[in-house]
């Protein structure tokens, strides 16, 4: 494959940059193309906008995610292609192709990436601009103590520091946003939370709810009390996205087989109906998974551990079901009648006892002790101890904690069909009881375990 690079000289050189007005975009901000008058709304239409500059002017702005102040970076550029050509200042490749995928012999394409100095500057200049403006309003945030908000889960008014109200969120809901020192614009962060608690969404997968009561039940069962840090759209609200180091520049014959790449691919998928691009899928961050928790295909799968062992000896069981078959078949014991009365949190107390006893080689039932895994596997068997225990025996604080690291029957006991809510009727714990949990928790020490 051919290119060429051509650089207009005195405008290449990095003194020669042109300095800009302060750069503030607003919310919606009018750019126009940067070759013809077509104008967009960003950031709304920012997909729109590169795929026009890429199926009409075949432009292609290289790392287009890693710019920061996107809308400053395409209004300088638009004002100095108002005088000059492409050439000038990008890097001229050609393919056997054309932007909708069909072949065509040495077409012309263009890459405006940081290898030209005067675009590594701008990109430099407008990094350093964005985290001095953060810079400045997490300073802002942290002295402030005119705010004032209503908790998203309560009617408590928070007023003071905003690091007040985050601490309320975690000590009284568990919600765990971020530390006060590592956020920044916390204001548009927590309305963008209540905006998706109003719209009963999940805050960490992004599912959708009938009502309030269910989704704080989905969220507490499965650990959902937090943001999802996959989400790109959360990026601006952590300090440290602000002063990540540009990546050095690559050897020229490196750079141009990476944009090579990058350009064929984005040629060929082109949706001919829409005449728009998956700007997304191609030129997405290198530390993107490629993929949003907004598909829902594997959630029946989230969070389940890969074997569960077994309450009463080492087998190991490929999912729940598989499980609760081998203790009824083994063990004579049926997990879901036996549990049918008990809540989740009871559930946990009974798995975590279980497993402390036969760690200690105590018999589940009469507690007695044995001096190796077989003698008591057989007075179990023989006595029919193959139980849950007593209610006094499990129903104590420190049964909450896990006794196995990594349980894997702890992640799924919520999916007994005991513990399934009737179809009108949605369970919930209170914040009261909560606070009563972990206060009792707290105040437990090695010396109040029976051992």
Known sequence: MDHAVAVSGEDSAPEQVKSCEPLKPSANTAIKCLKCDKVYIFPADKDDCLAHLYLEHR????????????????????????THEFEQYCTTMFLDQLPDGKYSKNEKYYLLCDILPQDYELRRRLKEQRLSKALERHQFELTDRNFS???????????????????????KHFLLVGKPEKLVYVDELLDHLEENLNQLICLYCEKIFKDRPTLKEHMRKKGHKRINPNRREYDKYFLINYNRGPAAPTPRKQHH??????????????????????????????????????????????????????????????????LKEHMNETHQLDFDRATSSLNFYQRVKVVNYL?????????????????????????????????????????KPEFFFPYMENDGLLCVLDDSAGDEPDADVVRIISEDNLAQINKDAESLSLENFKL
């Open 59 to 82: 432009l292609v702005i290289a790392d287009v995610e890693e710019i920061a102040l996107l809308e400053d970076y395409l209004q300088y550029w638009a004002k100095e292609f108002q």
């Open 149 to 171: 908000k209503e908790c998203l889960f309560c009617r408590t008014v928070i007023k003071g520091l905003r690091a007040d109200y985050l601490d309320h969120l975690f000590d």
């Open 257 to 322: 087989q990476k944009r090579r790449q990058a350009s064929a691919s984005v040629s060929t998928s082109v949706d001919l109906d829409t005449g728009s691009v998956d700007f997304d899928k191609h030129f997405a961050r290198p530390d993107s998974d490629g993929e949003h928790d907004s598909d829902w295909s594997d959630w029946a799968g989230d969070g389940e551990p890969s074997a569960i062992k077994c309450l009463f000896c080492s087998h190991m069981g490929e999912n729940f079901s598989d």
């Open 355 to 395: 497993r402390r006893q036969i760690c200690m080689l105590r018999c589940v039932i009469c507690d007695l002790h044995f001096d190796d895994q077989k003698l008591l596997a057989e007075h179990m068997v023989q006595e029919s101890h193959c139980g849950i225990g007593n209610k006094a025996s499990w129903d």
